[in-house]
């Protein structure tokens, strides 16, 4: 009987919990998009027999209940401080690494060789016919591995790297030599998945070996420092009291105020946008977060155009390239939906135009495409 008794209670009372907060959930707005995660959220799916029983519609709404849960942030802590508890190497997909490093997982299996193959096939036509320049960037985890937990598994994107510079040849930039040799320094975020703005300029300085420029001579000393309370990405994903980074850029690419047009829309005169400093997305501050498509006049007339394709990584690397182009054109292919090579070819000048593909390893694998 007490068994008995004790199952009952423990089934009247997580079903009291799952009617608590069913009724509540019925009362609560649903949010478009968490300032915390940055990130637009699930929105309900629209009910149809086609799609319940031939559609999305039971994974969509899934991800709808995930996602408007009430107090998801709160959970998400509570969650996240059990993991620690129990002394786990990887929260929601980051490791928590030494020197309060926040690094993201990318886990071999994850990756195919075929994978690979299908990217080298959409980037050597640029190469062979564009003459592209190419640029990925290791993420954290390939750089920093001295603070990685032991033994945690990570995938290498050294075997990538190789089949890149052997397809891109004199037009390969190792960025990954570069950071591995600065890897002691602060070249990635605590709290976030992107290179600083110090990564990005030890970038800048085999970007510019690499095409034959003299760098201009930024001052890693002098770099302005945006915010002292960025949390970013990784932090998002923990819901964690965390130290949090400082935003750094140099001020030297103030030195000529540009034009830069947005989406064909928005025009403004800086590289930076000052109102993302207020919000959790802190890193927007470079290039206005992300757009389709970027039109900058620099204001450095020595007639020479570069056409740049890009995922976030490059935001804060842009602003770098300014004294060596009176022109720049940046696509981000994840919200371009046009035919890009006929884009190229329209505002290719006369003259011609340097082009530069620059992701991290993992958005390269999982993101570039292009019609």
Not at 40 to 62: I, M, R, W
Not at 71 to 80: C, N, Q, S
Not at 110 to 116: G, I
Not at 188 to 217: I, K, M, Q
């Amino acid at each position: 009987m007490k068994e008995k008794s004790n199952a009952v209670f423990t089934i009247c009372f997580i079903s009291s919990i799952i009617l608590i907060f069913t009724i509540v959930d019925l009362f609560h707005s649903d949010r478009i998009f968490s300032e915390t995660e940055n990130r637009l959220l699930a929105v309900k799916p629209e009910f149809s027999v086609q799609e319940l029983f031939f559609g999305n519609y039971t994974s969509d709404y899934e991800k709808y209940v995930t996602d408007q849960f009430v107090a998801r942030d709160r959970w998400i802590y509570l969650k996240t401080q059990t993991d620690m508890l129990l002394q786990k190497k990887t929260i929601n997909g980051v490791y928590l690494a030494s020197g309060n490093y926040l690094i993201e997982q990318h886990l071999p299996q994850d990756f195919t060789v075929e994978q690979v193959s299908e990217k080298l096939a959409l980037l050597q036509p640029l190469i062979e016919e564009w003459d592209a320049t190419v640029m990925l960037v290791p993420t954290a985890d390939n750089i920093l591995t001295e603070k990685l937990p032991s033994y945690v598994p990570y995938y290498d994107e050294t075997t990538l790297l190789e089949r890149v510079s052997e397809l891109a040849g004199e037009q390969y930039v190792d960025a990954y030599a570069m950071l591995k040799e600065h890897s002691r320094e602060p070249i990635y975020y605590r709290t976030d998945h992107h290179w600083t703005s110090l990564g990005a300029y030890y970038g800048y300085l085999v970007w510019a070996e690499t095409v034959g420029v003299e760098p201009y001579p930024y001052d890693t000393e002098g770099m302005v420092t945006a915010s002292r309370e960025f949390l970013g990405t990784l932090h998002s994903k923990l819901n964690l009291d965390w130290r949090a980074d400082d935003l750094q850029y140099f001020p030297e690419t103030m030195a000529i105020n540009p034009e830069i047009t947005y989406d064909l829309t928005r025009k403004t005169e800086s590289y930076y946008e000052e109102s993302y400093l207020d919000i959790k997305n802190k890193y927007g501050f470079f290039l206005d977060d992300n757009h389709a498509l970027i039109e900058i006049e620099t204001g450095y007339e020595n007639g020479r155009t570069l056409f740049v394709l890009k995922d976030s990584y490059a935001n804060c690397f842009i602003p770098l390239l300014a004294p060596h182009y009176e022109k720049i054109y940046v696509v981000d292919l994840r919200y371009y939906n046009g035919r890009l090579l006929t884009l190229m070819e329209q505002y290719e000048p006369e003259t011609g135009m340097d082009v530069l593909v620059l992701y991290n390893c993992i958005h390269f694998l999982e993101d570039f495409k292009y019609y």
